[in-house]
């Protein structure tokens, strides 16, 4: 009676534990992009974002699917941003996730060898936002300095940088923000290499709170462990970006555009191996895994 007591017990944590299992989210690129992402192109007025067609924002050479160069399989996927005004943001997005949670994100990003090191300003490459407010649109104020993503990798000059953004303020509307105070930790990171591909993991216990915890690992190296707020009092959630965002291109920065010194005609990048998994480990999100 005792064994099969033992046996049923054991049946039962298997179902559990089955049960509890959270699936890993693939994007290998090698097909058409999983109806998982959207995407982010420019500003609100953009035509090609306001069209939202795939087909038109790959001809534009914005976004698309290329067989060369590769962490893993057949494909990656490619991002550019020209130089011009109105021209600063390639990317595509996720859906939120809850405040709270816990999440991992493996990618991998490939930076080419004729990349230009920008002295002045930074392209960020992956990132975490957020979209305080009931109508997901108090974030968008262009220019206030309060849309700033909790958490963001970026390349700066000719090194990885990853800054925190976090606030406990609750904003519901507009008159909130005379309330609104971020507060911006940065970590600057090793060089980073050209012509090769660098991975990366962020594990992630989403909170504004002191309970928050931020994880990341470069090739096999764990480079940060920052425990403490890492987002926003956002009731939608942080949501993932990954691509080229490149702020000192708006519209509205028009002057500080004219005054750099280095004229990079494009920023071009790639990423491959994209992982997510809610409540999972590093093996299972790193790049190259099976």
Aim: proline share 6%; hydrophobic share 40%.
């Amino acid at each position: 009676m005792a064994s099969i007591t033992f046996i049923l017990a054991l049946v039962a944590q298997a179902v559990l534990a089955q049960t509890n299992t959270k699936s890993v989210f693939v994007e290998g690129f090698e097909g058409k992009l999983k109806p998982q992402w959207h995407y982010g192109i420019n500003g609100d007025k953009d035509p090609l974002r306001i069209k939202n067609d795939p087909k038109a924002i790959e001809e534009a050479g914005l976004v698309r699917i290329v067989d060369a160069p590769v962490r893993a399989g057949k494909h990656s996927i490619r991002f550019e941003v020209p130089r011009r005004p109105g021209s600063f943001r390639s990317e595509i997005a996720m859906q939120g996730v809850p405040l709270f949670s816990d999440y991992w994100y493996g990618f991998s990003i490939f930076i080419p060898a004729d990349w230009v090191d920008d002295p002045q300003d930074g392209d960020i490459v992956a990132q975490w936002h957020g979209s305080a407010g009931t109508d997901k649109k108090q974030f968008k104020v262009e220019g206030d300095g309060k849309g700033r993503p909790p958490v963001a990798l970026a390349l700066k000059g000719n090194i990885w940088h990853i800054t925190l953004n976090s606030s406990d303020a609750v904003v519901k509307d507009a008159k909130d923000w005379e309330k609104f105070a971020t507060k911006r930790e940065q970590f600057p990171l090793a060089a980073f290499r050209k012509g090769v591909w660098t991975d990366w993991v962020f594990h992630m216990r989403w909170s504004y709170k002191a309970d928050g915890l931020v994880e990341v690992w470069q090739d096999g190296k764990q480079v940060l462990t920052h425990s403490g707020p890492n987002c926003y009092n956002d009731p939608n959630g942080p949501y993932f970006k990954i691509g080229i965002y490149h702020p000192a291109w708006k519209d509205f920065e028009a002057e500080k555009m004219a005054q750099q010194k280095v004229i990079i005609s494009s920023k071009v990048i790639y990423h491959d191996e994209i992982r997510v998994v809610q409540n999972g480990q590093y093996k299972k999100v790193t790049p190259g895994a099976r």
